[in-house]
């Protein structure tokens, strides 16, 4: 492996261990390897992806709200590693626009590696793996995991996405419901579906359960 690159993994690796918001070490390590398949599959600049991947989460929005967007510590990592400007500029115009920003809020993402990046870090929101990670970020917030009284709300400005406080299962639909038609690549949206499938078949289970639905079936 590229000494830079192992670098980079190690300095990651250090910074997210024993983060407890669904941004773990291994949240970074799973998008990092997904994006290296998918960018050998699209046949993109597999090290721009990769340095972009271990990168992405390091200034995000909700871990560090003081940076404004604005990926600071990930171009100082990229200057102290000797990156190039250009190098540098590709990998931090990724980054700063790889996050989620609301269901009505559009994507951005002109080069392929950043497609590639943004569609590996939303496969691993869905899923198993995603069912997880929004239960684990609910707790974090302090969100409870469901409240019938309130109804999903799609965000149509990332600041009232952003201030959003609704329960776990709303995110479901604020986001992670979303996510499938919010692929760039075909490898990703073949990924996808299966994941999705699952997220549907978790909350009919959930509302089943919610309702007693299956003792009344199991009973009678
Ligand atoms: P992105 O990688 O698009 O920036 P986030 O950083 O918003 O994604 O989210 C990280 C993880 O936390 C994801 O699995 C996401 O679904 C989850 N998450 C974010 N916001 C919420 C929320 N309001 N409720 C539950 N889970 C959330
Ligand atoms: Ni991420």
Same mark, same amino acid.
């Given at each position: 492996?590229?000494?830079?690159?192992?670098?980079?993994?190690?300095y990651?690796?250090?910074?997210?261990?024993?983060?407890?918001?669904?941004?773990?070490w291994?949240?970074?390590?799973?998008?990092?390897?997904?994006?290296?398949k998918?960018?050998?599959?699209?046949?993109?600049?597999?090290?721009?992806?990769?340095?972009?991947?271990?990168?992405?989460?390091?200034?995000?929005?909700?871990? +560090?709200?003081? +940076?404004?967007?604005?990926?600071?510590?990930?171009?100082?990592?990229?200057r102290?590693?000797?990156?190039?400007?250009?190098?540098?500029?590709?990998?931090?115009?990724?980054?700063?626009?790889?996050?989620?920003?609301?269901?009505?809020?559009?994507?951005?993402?002109?080069?392929?590696?950043?497609?590639?990046?943004?569609?590996?870090?939303?496969?691993?929101a869905?899923?198993?793996?995603?069912?997880?990670?929004?239960?684990?970020?609910?707790?974090?917030?302090?969100? +409870?995991?469901?409240?019938?009284?309130?109804?999903?709300?799609?965000?149509?400005?990332?600041?009232?996405?952003q201030?959003?406080?609704?329960?776990?299962?709303?995110?479901?639909?604020?986001?992670?419901?979303?996510?499938?038609?919010?692929?760039?690549?075909?490898?990703?949206?073949?990924?996808?579906?299966?994941?999705?499938?699952f997220?549907?078949?978790?909350?009919?289970?959930?509302?089943?359960?919610?309702?007693?639905?299956?003792?009344?079936?199991?009973?009678?």
């Open positions: 492996m590229n000494p830079q690159l192992q670098q980079t993994a190690d990651i690796r250090a910074e997210f261990e024993r983060d407890s918001t669904g941004h773990d291994w949240h970074i390590y799973r998008v990092w390897q997904m994006a290296r998918i960018a050998l599959l699209e046949k993109a600049d597999v090290e721009i992806v990769e340095f972009s991947a271990l990168l992405h989460d390091l200034d995000d929005w909700k871990l +560090s709200p003081s +940076s404004g967007g604005e990926p600071r510590r990930a171009a100082a990592w990229l102290q590693i000797g990156a190039t400007p250009a190098e540098s500029e590709k990998i931090l115009a990724i980054v700063r626009r790889v996050s989620f920003k609301g269901a009505g809020v559009a994507d951005e993402m002109p080069s392929l590696e950043g497609q590639i990046v943004q569609d590996a870090d939303r496969l691993d869905m899923g198993a793996i995603g069912i997880s990670r929004a239960f684990a970020y609910g707790g974090h917030a302090g969100r +409870s995991l469901y409240d019938p009284a309130e109804a999903p709300v799609l965000h149509q400005a990332f600041e009232q996405y201030s959003s406080r609704g329960h776990t299962i709303n995110h479901f639909y604020e986001k992670l419901l979303l996510l499938k038609g919010r692929l760039h690549t075909a490898s990703a949206q073949k990924i996808a579906a299966r994941r999705h499938a997220m549907e078949e978790f909350l009919e289970h959930f509302f089943e359960e919610w309702r007693a639905e299956d003792a009344e079936a199991l009973i009678s």
